[in-house]
């Protein structure tokens, strides 16, 4: 049997048990009525596509991220905390380029029509958007199995971009906030048993560095965002850019919440391989350290610088002695078995 695949267009479809009528167009007015709202939207949501102006000198910076339940976040989390991570994994790419946020789509796959689930997940979504100016200019929506995918566009001035090719030898690696937050939660909800309250927000509603990432263009040179394991998404880096890295163990930054949790062991593990932060990790010379530091204050965030980018190729995490330490895995593989 085959079947018409759902036109894209500025979320002109939504999933609904009635046939095409009504209801669909009042959920689309429902959307349209709390999206921020920019002047560079020429036409957005309610047409087959959205029409948006680039600033003049300025490039357009895009980032697309797919969330899955069961896989991106625990099946029991509350709808408005899966908004909220949809799009703060999307913002936090373009925290990573040093871009400013400006526009997103929205592209649901829902089981069913769910009003109450819809506008729980929009409490979250248009809650992270609204302080970034991020404007909902369109997307799509259709029936199957519970899939929400954003992209969002961002600006940057021309060669201000912070790119995982640019790397030096003698770069110090910095990363903000605290790492293995996220991956405890996942770990405490997968065994059962107590949980932390602050590590499952960690999880649920990561902060995207927007700020952060932006001022750091003018001082670092490059960066990405820690969202499959501090070794795995550096190692990115060192790849793009024919560098190494030393990581120190014990100048990774940990939480009182993880710190307690956890013991020593695991810890570094769910530092280094865990993933699910959205922190920002960045290489900047030596020279920049003022800055970065003056950087994180400004923006209430810690920075902590945690190694080095070397010649040798590869990431090497050594402990306080200077011997190598390595996980049974260096990070998140979408497609491991």
Request: glycine share 10%; with cysteine.
């Amino acid at each position: 049997m085959c079947t018409t695949p759902p036109r894209c267009g500025a979320l002109e479809d939504i999933v609904t048990d009635s046939p095409r009528g009504a209801a669909e167009f009042d959920l689309i007015a429902r959307i349209r009525q709390r999206a921020t709202a920019r002047d560079d939207v020429v036409l957005g949501i309610g047409d087959d596509a959205a029409i948006v102006q680039v600033p003049p000198g300025r490039q357009l910076v895009i980032a697309t991220d797919t969330l899955n339940r069961g896989v991106h976040f625990p099946d029991d989390t509350a709808p408005a905390d899966i908004g909220w991570k949809a799009l703060a994994v999307n913002l936090s790419d373009l925290a990573a380029m040093g871009a400013q946020p400006a526009w997103c789509t929205l592209s649901l796959s829902l089981p069913h029509a769910d009003v109450a689930w819809l506008d729980g997940f929009l409490d979250g979504f248009l809650e992270l958007a609204a302080p970034h100016r991020v404007a909902l200019i369109g997307g799509d929506t259709t029936r199957g199995p519970l899939s929400i995918c954003v992209t969002v566009h961002g600006f940057v001035e021309p060669c201000r971009a912070l790119r995982r090719d640019s790397a030096r030898v003698g770069d110090d690696v910095w990363v903000s906030g605290t790492l293995g937050d996220a991956a405890g939660a996942l770990a405490q909800w997968q065994a059962g048993g107590a949980r932390d309250s602050w590590l499952r927000a960690r999880l649920d509603r990561p902060t995207p560095r927007v700020l952060v990432g932006h001022a750091m263009a003018g001082a670092a040179n490059a960066g990405i965002d820690i969202s499959d394991g501090l070794l795995a998404d550096l190692g990115h880096v060192c790849t793009a850019s024919g560098v190494g890295a030393v990581i120190e163990l014990d100048a990774l930054p940990t939480s009182a919440s993880l710190r307690g949790g956890f013991d020593p062991e695991r810890r570094r593990v769910l530092q280094t391989s865990g993933g699910d932060d959205y922190e920002l990790c960045f290489c900047a010379p030596a020279e920049a350290r003022i800055a970065i530091n003056t950087i994180g204050a400004e923006h209430a965030t810690a920075v902590t610088r945690v190694g080095r980018i070397v010649a040798e190729a590869g990431v090497v995490a050594i402990d306080r002695n200077g011997q190598p330490w390595q996980p049974a895995h260096r990070g998140h593989e979408h497609f491991g078995r």
